[in-house]
């Protein structure tokens, strides 16, 4: 395997047949026809509607409210162009979309009046580590301060609700995706956070404690997991609680005819 992303590592962490199956083996279930706009959707259509509000931002600088309320629907009408979304079929994201869109500019405002810059949005990184390369597209880097106090700020868009963002940060060294984010950046002065764009509330800052320790922790968890890989380690399914029940290979390794000792 040359390559390693933020999702592959999680599969391994939550059940090692599931990334053999998934990653190593490269199965995966059949495409269903489905005309309907789901969730996925929409949060694929915010990452692009914040792309493109903030690079015009960036080129156009204004902190007039009204102008900034303009620039975001422009860059959301550009979005739903370009992945072509029938009006139809995205009316019920269409609806919340002022109440989203209005809760995020206020957030931004707060956030800017702390001292935080925007840098880029939607950025492929590759870092080598040991026989692998970690991969992944960050959604986007702020930086906060100035000078030697200058720090890199990632952030990760989340549109789930808000409690479910704050339930991944409550175990320390649980949640995988924020610290592997900050392993494809060499910065140690680093921040990153969950930014939760709530449909039809504000927009909240879920932030990771010293993420540059669980950076550490999570690269030495890589290369030790790996590792144990190479070496062949037995690795059984896992199949523990929530994981399991929407896992593709599910069908596979049977967990529905397993017996209870």
């Known amino acids: ?20 199956a998934l990653r190593q083996l490269g199965l995966k279930e059949a495409d269903e026809l489905d005309a309907e706009v789901d969730k996925r959707d929409f949060g694929l259509w915010l990452h692009e509607t914040l792309k493109r509000f903030h690079e015009a931002l960036a080129a156009a600088p204004t902190s007039a409210a009204g102008e900034r309320r303009a620039m975001l629907d422009a860059a959301a009408e550009a979005a739903t162009r370009a992945r072509r979304l029938a009006p139809e079929e995205f009316l019920p994201f269409a609806a919340t979309w002022p109440q989203a869109r209005d809760g995020y500019l206020a957030w931004l405002a707060e956030h800017e009046a702390g001292g935080a810059r925007f840098a880029w949005a939607e950025s492929w990184r590759e870092q080598p580590l040991g026989r692998v390369t970690l991969v992944g597209q960050i959604d986007r880097l702020d930086h906060t301060g100035h000078g030697e106090a ?8 989340k549109t789930e609700a808000l409690q479910t963002t704050r339930e991944r940060l409550k175990r320390p060294g649980e949640d995988t995706q924020l610290a592997f984010y900050a392993a494809l950046l060499e910065d140690d002065a ?46 059984p399914a896992l199949g523990e609680g929530v994981v399991c029940e929407y896992c593709s290979a599910r069908g596979l390794c049977r967990k529905d005819f397993w017996s209870v000792a």
């Open 1 to 20: 395997m040359a390559q390693l992303s933020a999702s592959a590592y999680e599969d391994l962490r939550k059940c090692p047949y599931r990334f053999f």
């Open 190 to 235: 680093l921040r990153a956070a969950y930014l939760n764009v709530g449909e039809k509330g504000p927009t909240t800052f879920v932030e990771q404690d010293d993420v540059v320790a669980a950076r550490d922790l999570l690269v030495e968890g890589i290369l030790e997991d790996l590792s144990r890989i190479a070496e062949g380690a037995v690795m």
């Open 150 to 157: 200058a720090t890199a700020l990632v952030l990760d868009y």
